[in-house]
Structures are given as structure tokens and as C-alpha cells.
């Protein structure tokens, strides 16, 4: 009979706050610049800024930042992705550059 510890079982679980990280995070070369994406925050060069929400509307991912600014992310694979500003109308095709 096979006997295991209990600090062993332990050992082998994953983390109870492990979470799959969004499929954004990573470096983009969006045509205009590189843009960074952590799971909180996204810096198109200035300086990161803290995402406040993530939505999933019709498979895309709308993020909100402060004072109402938002972008969308859409049609996501492992190398390529579409942003959408809502507030300048501007959508580029971006390039994974980085993990």
C-alpha cells in the first residue's frame, strides 16, 4: 500500500490563487510603438497605467483605466492581436515581440 504524506500532497498542488494569465500579457509591436501588458497594468511607452476592469464582450477583452479612457484586444492568438482605441477610433495589428 502506498502511503503519502500529507505535506507531500501538499507539495504537488498548485496554488489556490493561481490564475491562467490573459492572453495579452506579453510585448507587442503594434505598428506605432511597443506596447507591455501584465495582467494589471498596460504602458504604450509613457509609463505603465493600472487596468481598473477587464470585460469580455463578445470574446474580445475591453480594458478600462482611469478618467474612462478604454482599449479593446481582439482576435488574439499567440503572435498577433488587434487594439482598438475607443477614444481616438485608432486600430493597429500587433506582433507578439516578447513573453
Known amino acids: ?10 507539495v ?3 496554488p489556490a490563487h493561481a490564475a491562467e494569465e490573459p492572453p495579452y ?3 507587442w509591436d503594434c505598428e506605432v ?6 495582467a494589471d497594468t498596460y504602458d504604450a511607452g509613457e509609463g ?9 464582450p463578445d ?11 478604454a482599449i479593446n484586444l481582439a482576435n488574439i492568438t499567440a503572435t ?5 482605441s475607443e477614444a481616438s477610433g485608432d486600430v493597429f495589428h500587433c506582433r507578439r515581440i516578447g513573453g
Do not use: N
Open 80 to 84: 498577433d492581436m488587434d487594439w482598438f
Open 1 to 10: 500500500m502506498l502511503r503519502l504524506s500529507a505535506a507531500a500532497l501538499l
Open 12 to 14: 504537488s498542488l498548485p
Open 25 to 27: 500579457v506579453g510585448t
Open 48 to 56: 505603465p497605467m493600472p487596468i481598473l476592469k477587464v470585460e469580455r
Open 33 to 38: 510603438s511597443s506596447f507591455t501588458f501584465t
Open 59 to 69: 470574446g474580445a477583452y475591453r480594458l478600462s483605466f482611469t478618467d474612462g479612457y
